[in-house]
Structure formats: C-alpha cells, structure tokens
C-alpha cells in the first residue's frame, strides 16, 4: 500500500513538473523541435535541469543505498548495447513525437485537459503498445 | 532560424521538479521514471507490478484534471494537429517507444542522467527525427 501511494505521489510530482515547464503544451514541444524556423529552446532547459537533479540522486544512491527504501532492490535497466531495435524504435518514436507534440507522460497529463484529440493520441499509442506486444516483443 | 517563445526559468524548475520525481522514483521504488515503459508494461499485464504501474498513471492523470479545474484557460494548450494526425502520431509513439525500450523520460532524462550510451544514442535518434517530422509539416503547410 505504501509503495502504492508512493508511487501515486511521483506521478503527482512529475505531472507537476511537466506542467510548470508547459511540456504538455504540445506547440511548445513543437517550438523546441521547429529548428529551421521560429525555435524555442526551453525543452533543453527542462532536460538540463532535470537531468541535473536525477543524475545528482543516481550517483549519489549508487555510492551509498544497497536498495530502494520501499523495495527489495534497484532495478537498472540492463544494457544491451547498442542495437537497431533500439535505434529503429527512437527514430519511430521520434517522428510521432514531431507530428503531435505529445511524448508518453505529457499525453497522459495532458488527457485530464479534456480536449478529444489527446484521448484518441493516448488510445492510438496503446494501440502502438499492443501491436508491438503481439509483433515485436520477440525482437527484444 | 530566429528564438521565440522562450521560457528558460519555468523550464529549469519544470524540469528540477520532474528531475526530483524521478529521483523519489528511484530511490523510493527502485525503479526508473521512464513513462513508456511504465505505460507499456501496464499493458502486458504483469501482476504484482500493476498496483503501483497504475498509480503512477493515475497521479499523472489527477494534474491534469486538477490543474485544468483550478487554472482553466490559462494552462497553455496549443495543439495544431487532427485526429488522423494524433491517430498516426500515437501509433508510431507506442510502437517505437517499446521497440526503443524508453522516450523523452526514459531515455532522455533517466537515461541520460545515468550516463547511458544507448539513452544517449536514443536521445539523438528521436530529437533528429522529431525536428524532420516538423519540417516536413512546416513544408506541408500545416504548421
């Protein structure tokens, strides 16, 4: 239940986060990625600080915690180098990512605006989601 | 090329905000913050993973719904795009996401922040097709 909760309140956190920087305002995303014409660089100020603040957290839980306070253990993804599914799948990911504006988490935050448009976006990528689980998985 | 609508501030603190909830994430669950992979195995079903897979969703869900109710019109929202166009984009976002094992979370800020190679290599792939997939909009018309 605690882990439960805990996990509710990250989504909290992170939607907030999302929200305060206006990356679920998909013509921001467009803006950063509009390299040729009118740009907004933003988005590579909300990695930066993001990755600031998570990176800092990482390397420091590394050094000192055996494991997760609400788990048995850290689940790092494992590398599997660099292969083509991963290259293919971003590059795939990227385009979609460039027609809407909407990556995964700010579609979902941006699902409780109410406008129909992200709500068919977020049934199209769990459709996505399935059409990779019945094709693709075996690739992985 | 020409700079417009740059917020620098809200985006720093936007992303320290979000930064801080993937390392709650981390350190709380042991887990990373990458939605695609949250959202993606949500719907493989594993049991024992779904309670707190959901809630995550949810929470991110709630800010949604809550901010829209508190601040209406001025949560800015600005989409160019129609159905077809979400319809396609959500596809090749679900697919590609699973297929590249992470997104703009996974790979851009958990993975990156982790010093991964891939994420770093994944990061590049999606920004660079990102910005061709608006150029050719902008070519289209329709931006």
């Not at chain 2, 905000?17 to 993606?40: D, E, M, P, V, Y």
Request: net charge positive.
């Amino acid at each position: 239940m605690n882990k439960i909760l805990f996990a509710f309140a990250c989504g909290v956190l992170f939607a907030i986060g999302l929200v305060v920087a206006q990356m679920t305002n998909p013509a921001k995303v467009v803006g950063f990625l509009d390299v040729t014409g009118a740009w907004d660089p933003s988005l590579a100020f909300v990695m930066g600080g993001a990755l600031t603040v998570f990176g800092f957290a990482y390397w420091s839980s590394q050094r000192k915690a055996a494991k997760p306070v609400l788990d048995d253990h850290f689940d790092a993804p494992p590398s599997r180098g660099i292969t083509w599914e991963l290259i293919a799948g971003s590059l795939l990911f990227g385009f979609g990512w460039g027609l809407s504006g909407f990556c995964p988490g700010p579609a979902l935050v941006s699902a409780g605006f109410g406008d129909v448009r992200v709500w068919i976006f977020v049934v199209a990528m769990a459709g996505g989601v399935v059409a990779f689980n019945l094709t693709g998985s075996k690739a992985r | 090329m020409t700079i417009a609508n740059f917020t620098p501030w809200s985006a720093l603190a936007g992303g320290a905000i979000l930064g801080a909830a993937a390392a709650l994430t981390w350190w709380g669950l042991g887990r990373i913050a990458g939605i695609s992979n949250i959202f993606g195995r949500l719907l493989r079903f594993e049991w024992g993973h779904m309670g707190w897979r959901l809630a995550f969703v949810a929470g991110l869900v709630v800010v949604g719904i809550v901010a829209k109710l508190a601040f209406g019109e001025r949560i800015a929202f600005e989409l160019n795009a129609g159905a077809w166009q979400m319809v396609l984009a959500g596809l090749l976002v679900g697919y590609g996401t699973q297929l590249g094992n992470g997104c703009t979370s996974g790979h851009g800020v958990c993975g990156m922040g982790r010093l991964s190679p891939r994420s770093i290599v994944a990061t590049l792939c999606f920004m660079a097709t990102g910005a061709v997939a608006v150029f050719a909009l902008r070519q289209g018309g329709l931006l």
